[in-house]
T-cell receptor, first 111, second 115 residues
Framework: DAKTTQPTSMDCAEGRAANLPCNHSTISGNEYVYWYRQIHSQGPQYIIH???NNETNEMASLIITEDRKSSTLILPHATLRDTAVYYC????????????FGKGTTLSVSS | NAGVTQTPKFRILKIGQSMTLQCAQD?????MYWYRQDPGMGLKLIYYSVGAGITDKGEVPNGYNVSRSTTEDFPLRLELAAPSQTSVYFCASTRGGGAHTGELFFGEGSRLTVL
């Protein structure tokens, strides 16, 4: 059973912020929220992760609601190179716990 | 650092043949993983390893075998290839431990076709 729900696709204009939502209403207290993306047929690329607090790095920001049942990945200034499939994943960080990638959200950035 | 290196990048096998997909990482990561991705689908975990000499099954291990004799290498063996094993195979690694266990570094993939 999927632990996360994401929209199938989203569009964004180049230069604008892309806000990708994710629902994880059954998340456990020890589970982190991870975001990855996969550009075309390349290997997935780690973007960011968080537990309770909002996080920011050079690639993106992660906003987690107070009840932790949903989160939003923000790409502040989307470029054409950000066109990819974005995966929201919850994980308890145990070595044998498979990161369940699901089908993700296909983000299309256009000029 | 080269990161995670997979070979070969492409391979066509006949039904019943066997082969090994190679994976090497130069980041001194303890944890390594093999995933497969069928067209239009997400990734499924085949096998994983938390260190040299230690391996365990993931979600879809049937038809595959692995070994981990060194920290750097984690080869995936396909025995008696079947058309259902046509897929893209990704190897990944992470330093593991605590909050960083889920920060995986992936290779570029090995595209396997079984005819």
């Amino acid at each position: 059973d999927a632990k996360t729900t994401q929209p199938t696709s989203m569009d964004c204009a180049e230069g604008r912020a892309a806000n990708l939502p994710c629902n994880h209403s059954t998340i456990s207290g020890n589970e982190y929220v991870y975001w990855y993306r996969q550009i075309h047929s390349q290997g997935p690329q780690y973007i960011i992760h968080g537990l309770k607090n909002n996080e920011t790095n050079e690639m993106a920001s992660l906003i987690i609601t107070e009840d932790r049942k949903s989160s939003t990945l923000i790409l502040p200034h989307a470029t054409l190179r950000d066109t990819a499939v974005y995966y929201c994943i919850v994980s308890d960080n145990q070595a044998g716990t498979a990161l369940i990638f699901g089908k993700g959200t296909t983000l299309s950035v256009s000029s | 650092n080269a990161g995670v290196t997979q070979t070969p990048k492409f391979r066509i096998l006949k039904i019943g043949q066997s082969m090994t997909l190679q994976c090497a990482q130069d980041m001194n990561h303890n944890y390594m993983y093999w995933y497969r991705q069928d067209p239009g689908m997400g990734l499924k975990l085949i096998y994983y390893s938390v260190g040299a000499g230690i391996t365990d099954k993931g979600e879809v291990p049937n038809g595959y075998n692995v070994s981990r004799s060194t920290t750097e290498d984690f080869p995936l063996r396909l025995e008696l290839a079947a058309p259902s094993q046509t897929s893209v195979y990704f190897c990944a690694s992470t330093r593991g431990g605590g909050a960083h266990t889920g920060e995986l570094f992936f290779g570029e993939g090995s595209r396997l076709t079984v005819l």
